[in-house]
């Protein structure tokens, strides 16, 4: 059996030293959209270095190492070719907000294996501290194909009731074309995104865009549409990936303010597919 749940969840924990810096954070968010209209105030915190704001969802880039997908596919236990692995789902979990630099320390495990039949599900968890502290926890959801059945625990029931009524906000955004080969510039060079025959052989049309980069995408919407640009009051993020967004496509999202202003509910769809689903399950939790 490629994967070896009892190995992979015994392996010691893999600690790195990573850093981050200003032109890493523009990069990112130019990456995920941010910068249309140019001069926007709004947009500027996001492009500008002066008035610089970090998008929390910047977490899941920072340090430019491997991302979770792929990262987790090199860890004791863990033997599956690329072209069947898809992400599955991401939470973050925000200790305090993000500086625009920074050194830390970051640990990563595989803190789950699930079996469920017809694949495999890993759960990497990456803990993040710096010198004051813990700063915060990803955990990537690595669905991988035909690697399920050897009787293993399926884990819990990650799908949410879907919100009820209609939505309090609607936005629209448009990927750009080229928007998944800016993205991969922040550290994901999975050819997925890029190489058409390397999509093709994982069973696309053509490449598809990051989730992470949807992800990503629909943070700063929220952020922008219901927090007034205020990044620090993020304190998590969890979402599941239900479908591929291709370059040049438009995104429906769709946001429902939970009670008390504590939480936002999320749905995406790709418009040009008839809203077919992109990001299902997703909660944004604030302070």
């Not at 015994?10 to 990069?27: F, N, Y």
């Not at 899941?60 to 491997?66: K, N, R």
């Not at 050194?103 to 993040?128: N, Q, W």
């Not at 077919?276 to 302070?287: R, Y």
């Amino acid at each position: 059996m490629p994967i070896d749940a009892a190995k992979a969840l015994a392996a010691e924990p893999r600690t790195g030293e990573i850093s981050w810096g200003t032109k890493d954070v523009l990069l990112y968010h130019l990456g995920i959209g941010a910068g249309t209209p140019a001069a926007d105030p709004g947009e500027l915190r996001y492009t500008l270095e002066s008035r610089l704001r970090v998008l929390p969802s910047f977490a899941t880039v920072a340090g430019g190492g491997e991302p979770g997908v792929i990262g987790g596919l090199s860890m004791p236990g863990v033997e599956v070719e690329l072209s069947r692995v898809l992400h599955g789902g991401q939470s973050l979990t925000l200790h305090r907000p993000l500086p625009a630099e920074g050194r830390a320390t970051a640990t990563h495990r595989v803190a789950a294996v699930y079996d469920k039949g017809k694949a495999a599900v890993l759960v990497l968890r990456t803990d993040v501290a710096d010198a004051d502290g813990p700063l915060w926890t990803n955990d990537a959801q690595i669905y991988v194909r035909g690697e399920g059945g050897w009787g293993g625990d399926r884990g819990p029931c990650v799908r949410r009731e879907a919100p009820a009524g209609e939505p309090d906000r609607t936005v629209e955004r448009t990927v750009r074309d080229d928007q998944a080969l800016l993205y991969r510039l922040s550290g994901d060079f999975n050819p997925l995104h890029a190489d058409p025959e390397f999509a093709r052989k994982a069973g696309f049309e053509r490449p598809i865009l990051h989730g992470l980069c949807t992800y990503g995408i629909t943070l700063k919407a929220v952020v922008d549409t219901l927090l007034g640009g205020d990044v620090t009051r993020v304190r998590a993020y969890t979402t599941r990936f239900a479908g591929v967004v291709y370059p040049g496509e438009t995104l429906r999202i769709r946001m429902w303010e939970g009670q008390g202003d504590s939480q936002v509910h999320v749905t995406v769809g790709a418009v040009d597919r008839d809203d077919a689903p992109v990001l299902t399950d997703t909660v944004v939790d604030l302070s």
